[in-house]
């Protein structure tokens, strides 16, 4: 939640503030001065079509349409296409889960992959998930320089929140060089 608060403040807030003052001025300027007045119209109009974009984006990070329309194996394996790195895949989830479980597994597995990418200086990763005897079992492991730690940072710390709202737990293996290996275990039967 605060990531949402601080990229729309840092993000499509100050552009719609600025694209507010714009109009503002505009409006004073519009009959002394058409063609400046123009100008900032003009600035305005481009700033609220990259605001709009911005909002989308976060919107869809909310909850990717992906994951609303074909479920957590497949939101997952888009995601792992979209990363900068090679990620391969290896998903057995023969059923949907509750949707408000697959969304937290989502954002679960999708805050471990960009942990994995921004700090881990990893040059790929594996996803694992299996639902067997009513259980979720996600594995990522990572070939980066190891060395992370859910007690440091908030990342994996609000992994650990999320999936214990499902009395999930979370289990992480980082020796320093790596790899690591990162466990998520949720009931889902």
């Known amino acids: 939640m605060r990531r949402i608060e601080r990229d729309l403040h840092d993000g499509a807030q100050g552009r719609l503030v600025a694209i507010g003052m714009n109009l503002r001025v505009a409006e004073e300027m519009v009959h002394s001065s058409p063609h400046e ?32 329309d074909r479920g ?29 479980l697959e ?17 881990a200086s990893a040059r790929g990763l594996q996803i694992r998930m299996a639902q067997a005897d009513g259980l979720l079992r996600i ?11 859910p007690t440091r940072g908030s990342g994996l710390a609000g992994v ?9 737990i979370l289990a992480v293996s980082s020796p ?7 466990v998520m275990e949720v009931p889902c039967g």
């Open 103 to 119: 969304s937290a597994c989502y954002f679960a597995v999708a805050e471990v992959v960009t942990n994995a990418v921004r700090h």
């Open 160 to 168: 650990e929140r999320r999936l214990a709202a499902f009395d999930g």
């Open 37 to 68: 007045a123009a100008a900032l119209v003009v600035e305005a109009r481009v700033a609220s079509a990259a605001a709009l974009e911005e909002l989308r984006g976060l919107i869809r990070g909310m909850h990717p349409p992906m994951l609303a």
């Open 176 to 182: 320093p060089g790596g790899p690591t290996i990162v």
């Open 139 to 149: 594995e990522v492991v990572d070939d980066g320089v190891g060395g992370a730690d």
């Open 72 to 100: 957590l194996g497949e939101a997952v394996r888009a995601l792992a296409l979209d990363l900068p790195l090679p990620c391969e895949t290896e998903i057995d989830l023969p059923e949907r889960l509750d949707a408000p």
